[in-house]
């Protein structure tokens, strides 16, 4: 017989030991810079755990809610889930262009003259290259790759066949259905391994830049972090006009896949954690395996905030003048360059090049942003995560798919599914599966 856990114990949970890991991660790239370096074998480890599982999960995940969806709800789940990304970027993209006008955290700051460090990323590819690498060659090639793009184009069309195929295809839904609780136990022992991984990742990036290199361009890391909380603003005020969710119990769930986020700059280490968690507030399997791998490749708000913020900077610091129509068509060529950018530290860099390229401002304005884009990364990965986890909600509530009883609207309820109360959840979130109750839609 199980003893009932007593209010107010304290649990060190998987939440706490990451907190810790950060903080010990940070005072050792503080005061042993040198040591510090020198442990960049265990986050490499941690994020290749992490990318390891990845492909894996997305595949298993989308043919299963797919298969037993249906193409109908799959059309109707995928337009609201565009209607959703498309406004919560172009809100992001607007932020970081007032931001950008109001700070001028390029103004009297002189660009490298060296353009050799960026040559290789100053290839824009055209909207036309981003709908063809979409579909993919071969499906190992891009499991290989975590092309999660590719991923999700591939699990859609063999979920979409899967549903039509009925009966006949029954046992690969099973199949699918078995592989996705199977990789999510699989998530639950990798993530036992997060402390030691963000400790590592955070005093590596310290260890190796310092904060001496930050300080002529502490401006612009100020005016991006500024525009990001303003867009949490929105974005949590947008969530709780939407649906009835209890803010306090989803803060506290997704703490955890944030932190991760923040302090590996990878959102590849955060998605599977944080889909765990989605599934524990209350929200349907089906939904989380289709919005949540589609917003990775279509819904980077903290990336499209950074870009329309970095490509400001650049022509700010160049003493380039853009009008106002010229910032507009600068946010559109972003809108579209941006989606299918791989979660992973410094894929921004890329579309960032490519936009200066298409407006005929200087490549050697991503050199300049290159010494400070590690602590500017980790921001907006945040920020994408987040931005994922509240864009499921949403869409989830559209579908009116989240059950009334769940502990995302109840915190105090006790849902008859056997999860835990919302307040046990939000505790128990960091820690082992075995601990944390089913799963809604198991």
Known sequence: MTTPQRPGRFRFTLTHQILLGLALGCLIGWLVPSFATSLKPISTLFLRMIKMILGPLLVTTLIAGIAG????????????????????????????????????????????????????????????????????????????????????????????????????????????????????????????????????????????????????LIKCILALYAALIVFFILLFTAMKLLTRTHMPTFLAAIREPAIIAFTTASSDAALPRAMQILEQLGVPRRIVGFVVPTGY??????????????????????????????????????????????????????????????????????????????LMDMGRTCVNVVGNCVATVIVAVWERAIPDDAPLFHPRAAPASGLPTAEVVADRLGADDSQSGSRTGS
Do not use: C
């Open 69 to 216: 969806t249906g193409a109908k709800v799959v059309g109707r789940l995928g337009l609201k889930a565009i209607i959703w990304f498309e406004v919560a970027t172009t809100a992001a993209l607007f932020i970081g262009m007032a931001a950008a006008n109001l700070v001028k955290p390029g103004a009297g700051v002189d660009l490298p003259h060296d353009a050799s460090s960026v040559s290789a990323l100053a290839k824009a590819k055209s909207f036309t290259d981003f709908l063809l690498e979409a579909f993919p060659v071969s499906m190992w090639d891009a499991m290989a790759r975590n092309d999660v793009l590719q991923i999700v184009v591939f699990s859609i069309f063999v979920g979409l066949a899967v549903s039509a195929a009925g009966p006949k295809a029954q046992l690969v839904k099973d199949l699918a259905e078995a592989g996705a609780e199977m990789m999510f136990k699989v998530t639950g022992f990798v993530m036992r391994f997060a402390p030691f991984g963000v400790g590592a990742a955070i005093a590596v990036t310290l260890g190796t830049s310092g904060t001496s290199v930050l300080l002529p």
């Open 297 to 374: 490749a279509f819904n980077l708000d903290g990336s499209t905030l950074y870009l329309s913020l970095a490509v400001l900077f650049v022509a700010q610091a160049a003493g380039v003048d853009m009008s106002l129509g010229e910032q507009l068509g600068a946010m559109l060529v972003l809108m579209l360059s941006t989606k299918g950018v791989a979660g992973v530290p410094r894929a921004a860099l890329v579309v960032l090049a490519g936009a200066l390229t298409a407006f005929h401002l200087p490549a050697e304005g991503v050199a300049l942003l290159l010494g400070i884009d590690a």
